[in-house]
């Protein structure tokens, strides 16, 4: 009965999930992706991996509840396993699957129909089959956590550099000791993993559109208003726009105001040459240097938001999206309604503006678990355990200067995994193998 009390409780959980938000939430991106899977195009702007998936998906299973499906199962599947492979007892195992997989800010956006969930709950798994290898060290474990890894890479254009502590630690576990071939190994992984979704991502006949110059336009935004003049290269522009124009639409916390009214022109719309590419580039890459001030001035601000600094100012839809957008085509169909979604959804909105909906909290968590294992520094329970944090950090940190918008749910992974590293660092087969030591 304890080996099967985490999967009975993720069992009731996925069920309540289900009851309480049928057929799940749809945003602008949700309802996107989910008229490709129906019209059968692809936007490389948005990994093509979700939309294959959701194509089979829909095959068997309504739509587009059946996508609410298997990301809520892959969810609670990693966490079943994760509670299972931390041991002690039935109770425990319950308590330990409930906490980490009805966590609010992860309970408030697993309906949510994103790429961001699929990546999370994935790594989760990736996770779980490692601490399993713990204690039952089978390559088999290692190569599931691999592929889980891949599959996570594969919905986030910018997840690869979270799956590198933990492409470390497997090649650690495998050469023990031997820095400078588990580092070797580290590499070929990371490359191979990268190849793997490079070619998961392939769109034949989809417009080659880079995503970049979508932060690039948007930093360069803020710097032409706060420097109160164009700094746009000429081609990337409507003739006569003016700072004020770039004022008029600009929001500090989401990129898409600025391309409403057409005056940027968004490579996904217009076809650009390599010199055209690079002019924009290079006037990207000279705001640190030639406007420190705006720049970081800027940044910050965007920080300050992605991390919950400035929850009382930011829209709530920049935390969560509880809606279906009408798109194109799309069928209308009705937003998760009765009396379950009533009694948990108020109450999930009305956590948005709490610490355990700021990133901050989760980051300085993610930290104090890398504190706490290179102090005790004690089995490898805690070195997994870093590597977590790690791993939920290398996903946020690139953000503070790169992300396009302040969106609770690109820090997803980090809520999670600290959550889980602090799960690890406490765990019962932890703290017996630091009283054997």
Known sequence: MTRLAPWLAATLGLALVLAAFWPGYLSWDSAWQWWQARHGELDPGHPPVMVRVWQVVRLVLPDPGGMLLMQALVWWAAVAGFAQALGGGAWRRVLCAWLLGAWPPLLALLPHLWKDVWMMALFAGAVACLVAELSAPRRSWRIAALLLLAAGCSFRHNALPAALPLLAWVAWRVWPGRWLRATAATIVLAAGLHLAVTLANLAPGARDAPVWPVIAMWDIAAVSIAEDRVLFPPDWVEPGLTVDDLRRDF???????????????????????????????????????????????????????????????????????????????????????????????????????????????????????????????????????????????????????????????????????????????????????????
């Open 251 to 437: 929001s500090p916390f989401v990129n898409v105001p600025s391309f409403e009214s057409g005056q940027l022109r968004l490579n996904f719309y217009y076809d650009y040459t390599p010199a055209q590419y690079a002019d924009l580039r290079r006037t990207w890459l000279s705001l640190p240097l030639d406007h420190p001030r705006a720049y970081f001035g800027h940044r910050a601000e965007v920080s300050a938001y992605l991390l919950g600094l400035r929850q009382t100012t930011q829209p709530d839809f920049q935390v969560l999206q509880p809606a279906i957008v009408p798109l194109r085509d799309n069928p209308a169909i009705a937003a998760p309604s009765g009396g379950l979604h009533r009694l948990v959804q108020p109450r999930l909105d009305a956590l948005v503006d709490t610490p355990l909906f700021a990133g901050w909290l989760y980051l300085l968590l993610s930290v104090g678990v890398l504190a706490f294992t290179a102090i005790r520094r004690r089995g490898a329970h805690d070195s997994l355990a870093a590597a977590v944090a790690a791993s939920g950090l290398l996903l946020a940190l690139p953000l503070l200067p790169f992300a396009p918008s302040a969106d609770f749910r690109y820090l997803a992974w980090m809520v999670a995994a600290s959550l889980m590293a602090l799960m690890l660092c406490l765990s019962p087969r932890a703290q017996r193998h630091i009283a054997s030591m």
